[in-house]
């Protein structure tokens, strides 16, 4: 789990809206969109957003998303798996016409070397149309990487070869996982389940899976063909990839199914629909040249379409707890641009079965430099340019209202440099950016040849000045209220051997906010990515590598014809999500793709971009063993290097509030880089494996930022000093191995024992490591005139569990305050905390101490507190008590003492209950009693809303309703008395009232009979009568619309009953030196009417969308109104 451990609140403080549009280290915009959340206020929590994920560029190969290219609908979570080689789980297996599944680590006899025979292609007697080696031959040798994303929870983990979990961030996340057979259902990998505890207890239950299909592809035999103008001595040869599809699965995604307190029982489901996908993932082609002889030359070029097939799921409806649910419902027809899946149509907030709010998201589709509405009819011959595009989303209210739309634009133009381009165009620069390179038709093989020429030519693969990486990025996001947020982009940068060149993708140069209201009045803010002496001020860049040259033996025997095997593969595309997760920081700031698209193929690839030129005919040798070593020039558009780069960063930013040459003031913040911790890996050479090159985590975090006013003069200046602890785990469990044949053998089978010892190999074995980011102190100047304040913070933290455990505070006096901090692992004491830290519940802190540091040894202790935690009736574990110091002056160690890990209370004399807290049988807060003054608070009966708070009275001595819906509110309504609830359009308060009959009586019992109590109730149209109780005075107080408002005085009642024949309304019960405030909620949880101590009311009035549009007196008389205008 990517877990800063630091309470970084301070640090956010000065971020502005406009900071909060653009990710500083890596210069992408971000547009976060809260669409709904939930909490049972016992750590049950759900939410949902919608982000925007393209704010570094739209590469031509993504896949656009259910709500569209560039967008993620963030909800539920996901364990994702990046394949290094084959599943780690996978069962291996033979499969006909020489093809074979291999074994996953797990699942063989793990050795940490290279098969020899895996550097081996064979010559046959006659055309083999598939070839692969056994399955224990290509078995895999290289862990797998889980990344996993749920809530606010973001991280890694590998699994051993035993099985066992190995966070790549330390954690104390309990994480495990369920293995079965899975192969009745044609599943060969055999992890079904993962089940992750959160140090606060909760337990994320990710069961539903996606599917990926074993696809198996074979290179064709090369076809010769001609360009447009002849190339002397220079043949060319075409192999188009041929593949099959197998009824094997394996599992690559594991989607959260449930949320569950296990204290509580309470949960929350997720429910999905599976559906099944076949498309192109993506193109890509390699080129092999020889040379024949002095002077002719060989050329073949593979053209290869990486698929994808499978069962993908997508999200249905969260089932929450009290009868809720979110529905998400999805357009009928399918999408233009991948076919079987559907674009998100609407969210629906559901309560009691009656929808209260949602969204409605409404589309439309690029297509190259135009866009189409969401129903064009495409043509055949542009349906290939379709990629889905978010163009507005709606707020949804009641009776189906829609509010105005929060509308997007997007960076397009009708010029090819203008050109958001089809999905898997070959005009890509050296990051699958678009760069507006031709491409052309594949009607024939030149042209074809022409297009991969594009992707594996590196002149080829430019990237475009113009920036044209930031076409289909989104340009400007309109409020409702008509206000606009609009994004410029500039290409990234690098500055290397004293030179600027272009980079990956774009960054935001500035960003400029409007009101809706006066246009004049612009908030501009600017962003320069530059070091001290105005150099891009980037790490982490990398020259795209495109060649490499392989080494060859081919030993033909004596007299016989032959032809090479045609070599069989394995490509597992990365599936797409789908929309419904993007991972968090952790796993945004990774090492390029983590994993190549080839991870699984990387051994045959490398053996058949070597051998294909050989494939061109048969190969004749009448006269004896021959030995030809030859060497083949490989050009791929995909290089291995490309699998594990490093991420690509700006250590260095300044943000002027204006612009640089005219603005109010600027912060310069610096980031950590590679100069804070060096690279394990700086530069990665053959074979390319995904060893670990650095600790991504320790990266891009905030260094220092200083604050300047206008007249350039600081104000404010953070430092930030960070640990990076890391582990290599040196052991067989955890090792991996990476090989690729160095030099290979072509022979037949009776000369392979012969010549065996002629095949070598580039090798890299490693091992996970893992690791965590600790700040160890901060460093804040405060700036006055000609002088600063300085304060230091340092950290010191559990080694075992990684919590905080001191805060040691330095003034610029010398002074020294340190706060201890004590979590339920700290005490040795059965009961609550023991269950606790069985439970997982680690990261709640228990006690605090706060002492002053004095010159020498000595240490005073000014304050501390300690929570007694209980088990309460819902089964959660809840404070119930607090213990505060009682002294009135700083108490030295050596009287006061220390902690003691087998006492709650080390020292009694000095700890007295200050604060009690009572708890509903939800888990809700219910009465404080706060030195010695009680208060409580009453909610509704599904302990939703608050509809009562009293100051100094308890719980046992309270009761009110007024009778809405799902609010008695400690009265007892006899049974068949809810019938005689109604609606009443002139009711003091709320919607409901009560009608007073012999069969709706009301009673209150558990009453304090020494006490005495206000009963005040509105009523109307008959009798009111009180029995249980001595009734010392009664006043009618006022009449409003035919109903009277009565307040009694009852002393010596143990119990009341009301009944009579009357209506009534705003029913309060209290001690009568006590204070009662009553709200009345309305369908969608907001008050509408609010009734102080004096029994005077408040009341709100809101639009369809929840918004507040008046509020009114006690006599109904307007006392504000509120108007939302849109302005266009």
Known sequence: MYKLNLLTGVLLMILSTSLAQVNLPTGKAEFNFPLYSYTDGNRLSTAVSLNYTGGNGIKVDEMASSVGLGWQLQCGGVISRTAIGDPDDQIGRELPDYDAIGYGRMKHTYERNCMPMSGWVPLLSTPATWFKHNAQTIADREQDLFTFRFGAESGSFVIGTDGSILPVEDTHLKIEKVEEDMSANGIITTISKFVITTESGIQYVFNDKTLNRVISYSTGIPVQFFKDVPYANWTFFLSKTSYRLYNYYSVDNWLLTEINNPMTGKKIT??????????????????????????????????????????????????????????????????????????????????????????????????????????YSFPADESGNARLSLQSVQR????????????????????????????????????????????YPYDNNFNIYKNCENLFKERQRFVNASATAKNGCLRTVTYPTGGTLNFEYESNRAYINNAEVLA?????????????????????????????????????????????????????????????????????PNVISQGLMQMGRATAIKSGEMASKYAGAALQINLLTTIITYMVGKIIQPDGNQEVSKT??????????????????????????????????????????????????????????????????????????????????????????YNVLVLEHPTGLHGSIKCVPSMILITNNDNLGAYMSRIAFFSD????????????????????????????????????????????????????????IYYPYDYNIAGPLSQMKSNNIIDVPVSSETWILKAGSQQLMVGAQIMDYQQITNGDFKPVNVYNLVTDKPIDQSIVGQFDATKLKWKDEYFKTDISYSYNSNGDLSQIVEYGTAGCVLKDDRSESVIATVKNAGLNDIAYSSFEDGALGNWQLSSSAPSMIMTDADAPTGKKVLLLSSSSTLSRSGLTQTKEYILSYWYKGGAVNISGGTVTSSVSVKTVNGWTLNVLRVRSANSLTITGSAYVDELRLYPADAKMVTRCHNELMKVVTETAADNNSVYYEYDELGRLKATRDADKNIRGFYEYKDHQ
């Open 270 to 375: 997720f429910n999905y629909d599976s559906y099944t996908l076949d498309y192109i993932a993506g193109e890509d082609a390699t080129q092999s040249v020889e040379q024949v002889d002095a002077s002719n030359s060989k050329e073949v070029v593979q053209w290869v379409q990486r698929r994808f097939n499978g069962t993908v799921k997508r999200l249905r409806a969260i089932q929450l707890p009290n009868n809720a649910a979110v529905n998400f419902t999805y357009y009928d027809n399918d999408r233009v641009d991948l076919a079987g899946d559907k674009a998100l149509k609407q969210i629906a907030i559901i309560e009691n079965g009656v929808e209260k709010s949602g969204y409605v998201f409404n589309y439309q589709y690029f297509s190259k430099g135009v866009i189409r509405p969401f129903t």
């Open 396 to 439: 949804k209210g009641m009776n189906n209202y829609l509010d105005k739309p929060y509308s997007f634009s997007y960076f397009i133009s009708d010029n090819v440099s203008g050109w958001v381009p089809p999905r898997m165009s070959s005009s890509q620069d050296h990051w699958g950016y678009y760069n507006g390179i031709a491409t």
């Open 504 to 572: 990956a993708g774009v960054r935001v140069k500035k960003i400029t906010q409007s009101d809706g209201v006066d246009d004049t009045k612009l908030i501009t803010t600017e962003y320069k990515y530059v070091d001290e002496a105005g150099h891009p001020s980037s790490w982490g860049y990398e020259a795209p590598l495109y060649n490499r040259d392989a080494n060859s033996l081919l030993v033909v025997p004596k007299g016989l014809d032959f032809y090479v095997a045609t070599l069989v593969y394995n490509i597992m």
């Open 632 to 721: 083949t020039a490989i050009s791929y558009s995909s290089h291995p290097a490309k699998a594990n780069l490093l991420p690509f960063l700006y250590k260095r930013v300044e943000v002027y509030n204006g612009t640089q040459e005219s603005n109010i003031g600027k912060t310069v913040f610096t980031f950590t880089s590679n100069e804070d911790f060096p690279l394990f890996v700086p530069t990665l050479d053959a074979p390319y494996s995904s060893r670990s090159r650095a600790f991504l985590p320790a990266y891009g975090l905030t260094k220092a930022y200083k604050v300047y006013n206008k007249l350039n003069e600081p104000v404010l200046e953070v430092y930030n000093k």
């Open 765 to 820: 074995a490693y091992y996970a490591i893992t690791g965590r980011v600790e700040m160890e102190y901060s460093v804040e100047k405060k700036y006055g005139i000609g002088d600063y304040i300085m304060n230091r913070t340092d950290y010191t933290y559990d080694p075992n569990y990684f919590n905080v455990k001191k805060i040691t505070t330095t003034g610029s006096n010398g002074d020294i305050t340190e706060k201890r």
